[in-house]
C-alpha cells in the first residue's frame, strides 16, 4: 500500500519505553539532607532580619560606635568589675637570684574584696590596625601635654608599643636609626626606606613629630625618644633650653624632661643625645630615670660615653636599661657602614645579641636598608629595642629567663 502523504508523521513510529528513576536510599538521604540545609538557611535569613529591624541605627552607625562607648558597655555588662594585670596579686613574688636573674614565685593566695575581678594576660605589641592610635589608657594630661604613664591594669608603654618579635632563641640584633623629626626629606626617606624592623629614634626638638610618629607606627617601626643632655666640653649649656644640665635643679631638668615626653606619643622608651656629662652625675642623673621607670618606659644608653652611670642606677631602681653596642656610621660611607654592621653581626653571633645605633643620613639608611635583606637570609632575626632591654621586673624578662 503507498503511503498516505496527508497523514501526521510519526503514527508509524514504534512507542518507546518509559523510564523511571529508581528511589535508593543513598539518593534519599542527599535529597532530605538538601532539605534540610534550605530550611535551615531560610531559618537564619529570617531571624538576621528580625534582629536588625529590631536593633537601632542603620549597621554604618554600628560600626562607627567609638571603642570607649565599647568598653564601657562591656564593663557594665560585667557588672562594674574592676580589671588587674596577670601580675598583681597576693601570691606573686619576685625575687633576685645571686647571678641577677629575675624569678617570680607564685603562691595559692585570695585576693582583698567580694567583687567581680577581670584578669587581663600580659600582651606586648599593639594591635597594628590601631599603631598609629596612641592608648588614652596610658596618658595623663599635664601642663605641657599628654605624658606616658602605666596604665590601670599595669600595663607599659614599653610593652603596648612595642613590635612584636618571634620569642626564638637564635641571634637577634636591634638597630635604632635616630634624629628623625630634624629634617623632613631625610625622615621621610627613613620611615619610607627602612624595614619596619628597624627601631627609629626622633629628637624631641624635631618638627611634626606626631604626623611622623603615626607614619612609622603603621610601618611597624617601634619608636623612641631622643632627649638632648649635657655633654662633656659644652661652651654654653644653656644653648639649648631644652638640655637636661647637671647644675640645673631638680624639678627644672623633670620640667625639661615632661616637656620633651610630651613631644609625641607612642614611644617605648628614652635614648639620650649627647649626654655625657650628665650620664656620669648620678645626683642629676637618678630622678630623671626614676621618672622614666615609674612611668613604664625604657632607657636606652647610646654607648657614647664610658663614665655613663645609667646602667648601675637602672639596676637599682628596676629600669628596663640597654646599652648600645657600636655607633655604625662614624664614618659616614656606604662601604665603611656595611663593614660596622658586619662587626655588628659577628658580636652579636658571640653574645647572643647586639645593639647598633646610626643617624638619619642617606648613606646609613641605605647601608642598613640593603644589609637587613641579607642578614635575614643568614637568619639573623632583627629585633626591636625593647625586646633587648634587661627588664628585671617586667613580663618580660619572666619568659626570657
Known sequence: MDPDLHAPLGQNRPAGRRRWIRLTPSLAGGAAFTTAVLALSFYTMLEGSRFRASSPGTPSEQQQTPQSEIAQSAASQAGGARRSGFG???????????????????????????????????????????????????????????????????????????????????????????????????????????????????????????????????????????????????????SDPNTLLVDAPRAKNLERLHEAMASITGYTGIMNHLGGRLLSNVDALEPLLRDVSARGLLFLDDGSSARSTSGTLAKAIDLPHAFADMTLDGQVETAAILRKLDDLERLALRKGSAIGVASAFDESVQAIRQWVQEASRRGIEIVGVSALADDPTGYRAEVNQ
Open 88 to 238: 598583681t596579686g597576693p601570691g606573686i613574688e619576685r625575687l633576685t637570684t645571686d647571678d641577677g636573674a629575675a624569678v617570680t614565685k607564685y603562691s595559692p593566695g585570695l585576693r582583698s574584696g567580694s567583687e567581680p575581678l577581670i584578669l587581663q594576660a600580659p600582651r606586648v605589641g599593639q594591635d597594628p590596625r590601631l599603631a598609629g592610635t596612641p592608648n588614652e589608657d596610658l596618658l595623663e594630661d599635664s601642663p605641657y601635654g599628654p605624658l606616658p604613664v602605666v596604665g590601670p591594669d599595669g600595663l607599659r608603654p614599653m610593652d603596648h608599643y612595642a613590635r612584636p618579635w618571634s620569642g626564638a632563641r637564635g641571634t637577634r640584633i636591634a638597630i635604632i636609626v635616630g634624629g628623625l623629626g630634624l629634617s623632613q626629606t631625610g625622615t621621610q626617606r627613613a620611615i619610607e626606606e627602612l624595614p619596619s624592623e628597624i627601631t627609629l629614634a626622633f629628637a624631641a626638638s624635631g618638627n611634626s613629630l606626631q604626623r611622623w610618629m603615626q607614619a612609622s607606627r603603621r610601618q611597624g617601626h617601634e619608636i623612641l625618644l631622643q632627649v638632648p643632655m649635657e655633654p662633656f666640653g659644652s661652651s654654653d649649656p644653656e
